[in-house]
């Protein structure tokens, strides 16, 4: 598994919009190849919104970052400033242990 962590602030738009808007476009992320699961982030008081992606591995998580999507949805979009795009191996043993895999 990996994890990958997606932030970024909102500029142009508000709560509600982007909400409305990520209800639109949950399912495509839902037919993703290789994502287990995606949570949404949202901190209001501090505009940070994102998400918190579970990848089957690195390799499925590389092609959605290398995708169309991926631009469109986040690297081009004049809604979302300071982005910042993390990853992380998961260590699965002990993870396992406190009920991941």
Known sequence: MH???INFNLEGIGHEEYVEIANSVAP???QL???VSKVWLSDQDKN???GV???ENRVAMENFTSSDLFAEALTNNPNFVNLSVTDFGVIESPSKITGVG
């Open 48 to 50: 940070t919104y994102g």
């Open 53 to 55: 992606y579970t990848w």
């Open 3 to 5: 994890i990958q962590i």
């Open 33 to 35: 190849p290789g994502l």
């Open 28 to 30: 495509t992320f839902a």
